[in-house]
């Protein structure tokens, strides 16, 4: 799942593949757009937007669309090296190589794979937890790539902190798996081997630095490891963490002006048909409305609070008809009958 490039002592790493923007396309790209269409459009599908945004933006970051070419920076510009970013602060390198890939085959597998543990982990968590999530892992995954690369710096071994530049997703995908299967009790079939299911990244860790040259061990590792420090974290403080909070509040921020404006267009909605002092409206109960406005049960008309006999179509108020209905009843005179309400409100628009 990887291919790596060197030129003298700089090497270029994919992530659990290798990927990039350029070449010609090997069909890899309508078998994704395929995949995603049939997660997203299938009946009752959950349809998770964060995975749906973290895989448009991986697209558009590979696929470099018009005038983003000149935008977005170049593959060198952001590849990971730890040298790079200690010395210089290069922040552009900590957080944008995890988006670059350097071939098709890199892009494919990683947003399959992003595909596939997204819906599963939003779907189950909920968008701004999953959010947070994701930011907690890529800034995790890169500070301990950090770690470990000055780590065996200091060790004698400089190849992992001066030679590699690293691009893709697969750190923050190795840590989603560690959360997927952190708490699973089913058993995966990996290459001929039946594992339980929360030791699955580490026999994929393994598998992968085996059979697939040029990938980067250290990076691999690392995601590993913040998916672990992530349930750590998760399990020592319970509750919101305040990168969910900020999260959270920054969609509702977003999100005020239409819920304002819909409120605006609801408020401003006629309920019925206005004449004279009363409406007629679509709510069938009498009962007390604005400025004490009351509103008859037989023919929904509202009327004033000055009289206990709806104008519309003369019955009495439902609220103080006991003692009328009483009188009524005595009377002989019972339920108005429909064709009775019709014929009065008829009469009271002649007049």
């Given at each position: 799942m990887g291919a790596g490039m060197s030129s003298g002592r700089r090497r270029f790493y994919g992530r659990a593949g290798a990927g990039g923007g350029g070449g010609r396309s090997s069909?890899?790209?309508p078998l994704l757009a395929l995949q995603v269409l049939l997660e997203y459009g299938r009946t009752g599908a959950s349809r998770p937007p964060v995975t749906a945004a973290l895989i448009a933006a991986n697209t558009l970051v590979y696929l470099r669309p018009g005038s983003l070419d000149a935008l977005l920076p170049s593959l060198t510009r952001v590849a990971f090296n730890p040298h790079l970013i200690i010395q210089y602060g290069d922040l552009t390198r900590f957080?944008?190589?995890?988006?670059?890939?350097?071939?098709?085959?890199?892009?494919?597998?990683?947003?399959?794979?992003?595909?596939?543990?997204?819906?599963?982990?939003?779907?189950?968590m909920g968008s701004v937890e999953f959010a947070s999530m994701v930011a907690a892992l890529l800034g995790l995954s890169q500070g301990i790539t950090l770690l470990l690369s000055k780590g065996l710096l200091l060790f004698g071994n400089d190849a992992a902190y001066y030679d590699q530049y690293a691009v893709g997703f697969s750190g923050v995908l190795f840590g989603m798996k560690v959360v997927l299967?952190?708490?699973?009790?089913?058993?995966?079939?990996?290459?001929?081997?039946?594992?339980?299911a929360k030791y699955a990244a580490w026999a994929e860790l393994l598998l992968i630095?085996?059979?697939?040259?040029?990938?980067?061990?250290?990076v691999h590792l690392s995601g590993?490891?913040?998916?672990?420090?992530?349930?750590?974290?998760?399990?020592?403080?319970?509750?919101p963490d305040p990168l969910s909070l900020l999260i959270s509040g920054i969609g509702k921020v977003v999100s005020w002006p239409v819920g304002f404006v819909q409120k605006l267009f609801r408020s401003g909605r006629p309920q019925g048909y206005t004449a004279s002092r009363g409406r007629v409206g679509h709510h069938p109960s009498a009962r007390e409305t604005g400025r004490g406005i009351w509103r008859c049960s037989a023919c929904t008309y509202d009327n004033s609070p000055s009289t206990d006999i709806c104008e519309m179509c003369s019955s009495?108020?439902?609220?103080?008809?006991?003692?009328?209905?009483?009188?009524?009843q005595s009377e002989g005179n019972g339920e108005l009958s429909v064709e009775e309400i019709r014929r009065r409100r008829l009469e009271r628009f002649s007049r």
């Open positions: 069909g890899m790209l957080f944008l190589s995890a988006f670059y890939h350097l071939s098709e085959t890199h892009f494919f597998y990683n947003m399959t794979s992003l595909l596939w543990k997204g819906i599963q982990l939003e779907t189950s299967n952190a708490w699973s009790d089913d058993f995966v079939f990996l290459h001929g081997m039946v594992i339980p630095q085996a059979f697939i040259p040029g990938t980067s061990f250290i590993i490891l913040a998916g672990l420090t992530y349930l750590w974290l998760k399990r020592s403080f319970p509750g009495v108020r439902e609220d103080h008809a006991f003692s009328r209905r009483q009188h009524l």
